[in-house]
């Protein structure tokens, strides 16, 4: 283990980085940009040791489930006739307060914002914002009456009844997280809130944040010339351009490059000889003990006592301050609400995440669906049978598992999520079996299959038409790649073109299960470098030529991202750090910890990203 600890800090050293002098292929041309690494400090081990104690007290306690009570409101006839009514009247009242121009609206704007207006929208604080966020944000607000806290804050105590030296260290330590993940969002190509990173632009250069920030700024997370934190609503347009065939594109040429994975992170060479030589391109290699040094600053934020009360108690402040504000606006913000035209919560643009594709159509959808397949494509080959090797179609399997289509209900379909699958994997994993057997799922909502996926697309097109027709809802639906073999991608991309699986209103996110011991122990694969190889190598390759993957190049167009998903009520016994096998080495039966996961798929994912702008 000491030996292959000192290979991966000496990783640095043997992977020699090319002069800045030489010159690359013509049409490529890799940006210069370094991950920042982590400098050794005398807090690491006291964050070591926070780790340390969190991971090992996690895997003594056991969480207690529950369910959190819901409570509906009632409102009895008279308080509903009570509120419509001032609904009303303040409608009426705003409608000419709104169109009125005279003085007399004037001195009721004057009036109105005179109480209670908070502090915050002084005349400094105006100087201080910009011009067209005020205007925009706060002019065009209806007059709400508003909260203000005041009163002389006692010598040492904050307003939320903190001493200041605790503040202080909370807010050290929350612009600290921030600067951690505005640092891995940037040099992975994500888009960070604006106001946010303004406001840790001006921390930049306060010593006690010194090289949080190094090796990336501004600069590099420019997009088309226009940084992440400046871009607008007007460079991401509502409405597509229409297509006829959006898979209809061209397929660039490719460059001039090899690729190697080693020890478990994709490396980009010049050439063959590159590779030989150990010298690859300069692009944002994240090393482990960057990665681990800042998981554990994140371990000691979580365990910080006055940091938590800090947050516990500003949260619930917070809280208070909102519902403070609808006790005494709600039935104005509801008047303005209605002076709103063609605006509802039907007509407002929705966007539904983190539903899976082969869920995404509801329980009676699916069965009008699986009924109509029975009825019009009965003598259609579906499937081949495992042991005897026979194709059958879709009327023979329903009749080995003796279902008709006029016995087939909701009830007995039972793909419905109910309160039984809160908190039990199992049970909601056995949901996606119709009538539970595995093999409808497989000819129903799979997209490799003996029919290449044909009814899965059929069935997701037309939840695509019902989320054309009502134009305002968006869906971000998700596909399953394993890393069980290198063609998963391919397959892919073949049954989403084949099929012209495509909507306006749907993109695509990748999630990858973690399922390495399922793997190993059917001897799919040897270790887990051959896991990451399968799911990322073709990504690399159609990055390098996208000649060589047609198809899936077509198809990543319509890709936002990735996950990592499985069961998280799984306790795990095995601690990532440096002492931890490499991929390359991991080949035990035992699954990696998530830690190990995430790592691996985030470092994999900036070198892409970087790759491939």
Known sequence: MAERSERMDGRDDDLKRPAQDEILSPTFAPTKLKFPNHIHTEMDEKFQQLADTILSRSTEIIGKEGSAPYEIPEYPIVENERKFYFEKQLSSRNRSRFFNTGDQASADHERNNSVGKPSAMDSESYQRMSSTDVYDEYDLAPDFQRIYIAGQEISGISSLGVPLHDLKEASKSLVQALMIREKYMAMSHQSFPKITARFLQNLEDNEEFQGMKEGFGKGSTDVDGIPYFDRRVSDHPFHPPKKEDPFDIEVPMGVECSLKMVQGLMYVYENEEAVKNNTPLELPYVQPKTFLADQNIMYALISDGPLKSFCYRRLSYLSSKYQLHTLMNELKESAAQKEVPHRDFYNIRKVDTHVHASSCMNQKHLLRFIKKKMKTCSDEVVCKDKKSGKEMTLAEVCETMNIHSYELSVDVLDVHADRNTFHRFDKFNAKYNPIGESRLREIFIKTDNYINGKYFGHVIKEVMEDLGESKYQNAEYRLSIYGRSRDEWDKLAYWA????????????????????????????????QEILENIFMPLFEVTRNPQSHPELHKFLIYVSGFDS?????????????????????WCQDENPPYSYYLYYMYANITVLNQFRR
Do not use: C, G
């Not at 069961?567 to 390359?584: A, M, R, V, W």
């Open 497 to 528: 073109i084949e099929n012209k699986i495509y909507s306006d209103n749907v993109r695509w996110m990748i999630q990858i299960p973690r399922l390495y011991d399922i793997y190993k122990s059917a001897k799919i694969v040897k270790n887990f």
């Open 565 to 585: 998903v499985d069961d998280e009520s799984k306790t795990e016994h095995i601690k990532f750090d440096l002492e931890t096998p490499l991929p390359e080495d």
